[in-house]
């Protein structure tokens, strides 16, 4: 069955970086695109990044453009997202998602990242 | 960007009655494929999210059949036709027609 493994979070400083991982299995990874999702404290959930299949479309949320890079590896079968100029607002589980058509039906079970002094 | 209004934002329900819950687009979700991309997800407490219903109106494997959604252009709706205390939790309606892709608040459905 399809499992997808968050690792990489953790507690740093504002202004830090930080990069996410997200081995996936059980599935064939080429095949489908995947996605970033976070959910900071207590609220709601925020798309992050989209990547496609072959990794040559991305697409970011305009709070972390130029910050946040999505990328794959598909020889690996992994999702990375590598955190730059961290903020406090940054603070949340992260997500990795597998898309099928425009849906999301497979999600991992997240990554804390804290941003904090 | 695209924004998702839900109704209510919490929802006390007695077990085995319904509930339904709204989720308003500021603009259609009719994609120039032809298709709406409209879901929705479950998060129950401390588990990260789970998609029950794709395309509007498609279950999701394993999704129990007490759970149906309806709706087009920009208005939608979740439907539980009797809660069980499995149900309680957080749903999200997302749109993934254009990007951004966003989601709705989130509705609290709990168990009066």
């Known amino acids: 069955q399809v499992q997808l493994v968050e690792s990489g979070g953790g507690l740093v400083k504002p202004g830090g970086s930080l990069r996410l991982s997200c081995a996936a299995s059980g599935f064939t990874f080429s095949d489908y695109y995947m996605s970033w999702i976070r959910q900071a404290p207590g609220k709601g959930l925020e798309w992050v990044s989209y990547?496609?299949?072959?990794?040559?479309?991305?697409y970011y949320a305009d709070s972390v453009k130029g910050r946040f890079t999505i990328s794959r590896d598909n020889a690996k079968n992994s999702l990375y997202l590598q955190m730059n100029s961290l903020r406090a607002e940054d603070t949340a589980v992260y997500y990795c998602?597998?898309?099928?058509?425009?849906?999301?039906?497979?999600w991992g079970q997240g990554t804390l990242v804290t941003v904090s002094s | 960007d695209i924004v998702m209004t839900q109704t209510p934002l919490s929802s006390p329900v007695t077990l085995g009655q319904p509930a339904s819950i709204s989720c308003r687009s500021s603009q259609s979700l009719v994609h120039s494929d032809g298709n709406t991309y409209l879901s929705w997800l479950q998060q129950r407490p401390g588990q990260p999210p789970r998609l029950l219903i794709y395309?509007?109106?498609n279950r999701f494997s394993g999704v129990p059949d007490r759970f149906s959604g309806s709706g087009a252009g920009t208005d939608f709706t979740l439907k539980i036709s009797r809660v069980e205390a499995e149900d309680v939790g957080v749903y999200y309606c997302?749109?993934?027609?254009?990007?951004?892709?966003?989601f709705g608040q989130g509705t609290k459905v709990e168990i009066k």
């Open positions: 998602a597998r898309g099928s058509s425009g849906w999301l039906p497979d």
């Open positions: 395309k509007i109106s």
């Open positions: 990547i496609s299949s072959s990794g040559s479309t991305i």
């Open positions: 997302m749109q993934a027609t254009q990007f951004p892709w966003t």
